[in-house]
């Protein structure tokens, strides 16, 4: 179904009815309170431009500057899938895309079960344990050999706590 167009077809109507329902209701209160405050005699060369069509220009630049910020809004948290309008806030490809559970390749269009959120909890420990091993063969490696030569806890300094810290979070996470 194409929803996206009747959705924004509605929501451009709605916002041109309320900028002519303000205009209308801004202008109504304006001469009010000319009536009332006694400025209605005032003339100048630029009182019939600013009294009238110019006090609404603002009101213009605010209407736009909602509409650009829920449209902005909406580009950031809406799911990539084009077409699709629900909340996409679960990343795909290591961030590159935000989906709707629905769009998400793990999850096959439904929602997450609790069986699947812990087999996939699983697999990403795995995984991290995986690249965390790996990373730390290469990092021994690494110290192994400028061991010989003197100068070498130039490029092996700041791997050594992020190792250690990553074996010991992989530890805790195998234990719970
Ligand atoms: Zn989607």
Same mark, same amino acid.
């Given at each position: 179904?194409?929803?996206?167009?009747?959705?924004?077809?509605? $929501?451009?109507?709605?916002?041109?009815?309320?900028?002519?329902?303000?205009?209308?209701?801004?202008?109504?209160?304006?001469?009010? $309170?000319?009536?009332? *405050?006694?400025?209605?005699?005032?003339? /100048? #060369?630029?009182? =019939?431009? %600013?009294?009238?069509? =110019?006090?609404?220009?603002?009101?213009? /630049?605010?209407?736009?500057?909602?509409?650009?910020?829920?449209?902005?809004?909406?580009?950031?948290? @809406?799911?990539?899938?084009? /077409?699709? %309008?629900?909340?996409? @806030?679960? #990343?795909?490809?290591?961030?590159?895309?935000?989906?709707?559970?629905?769009?998400? #390749?793990?999850?096959?269009?439904?929602?997450?079960?609790?069986?699947?959120?812990?087999? $996939?909890?699983?697999?990403?420990?795995?995984?991290?344990?995986?690249?965390?091993?790996? $990373?730390?063969?290469?990092?021994?490696?690494?110290?192994?050999? #400028?061991?010989?030569?003197?100068?070498?806890? /130039?490029?092996?300094?700041?791997?050594?706590?992020?190792?250690? @810290?990553? *074996?010991?979070?992989?530890?805790?996470?195998?234990?719970?």
């Amino acid at each position: 179904m194409k929803w996206r167009p009747i959705i924004t077809g509605g $929501l451009i109507c709605a916002a041109g009815a309320g900028v002519v329902l303000w205009v209308i209701h801004a202008r109504l209160v304006g001469h009010w $309170l000319q009536v009332h *405050t006694g400025t209605v005699d005032e003339t /100048g #060369p630029y009182y =019939g431009f %600013w009294s009238g069509f =110019g006090s609404d220009l603002t009101e213009f /630049g605010i209407i736009g500057a909602i509409a650009t910020g829920v449209y902005q809004l909406v580009r950031k948290y @809406n799911c990539h899938q084009p /077409g699709c %309008w629900r909340v996409g @806030n679960h #990343p795909a490809a290591g961030g590159q895309f935000s989906l709707c559970y629905r769009h998400h #390749p793990d999850y096959q269009g439904k929602k997450p079960t609790q069986e699947l959120i812990q087999r $996939l909890h699983r697999e990403h420990l795995e995984r991290q344990a995986l690249t965390r091993g790996g $990373l730390h063969e290469a990092h021994e490696r690494l110290m192994a050999r #400028p061991a010989a030569g003197d100068g070498g806890s /130039g490029p092996g300094a700041p791997a050594t706590p992020a190792a250690s @810290n990553g *074996t010991t979070q992989a530890g805790a996470g195998a234990l719970t």
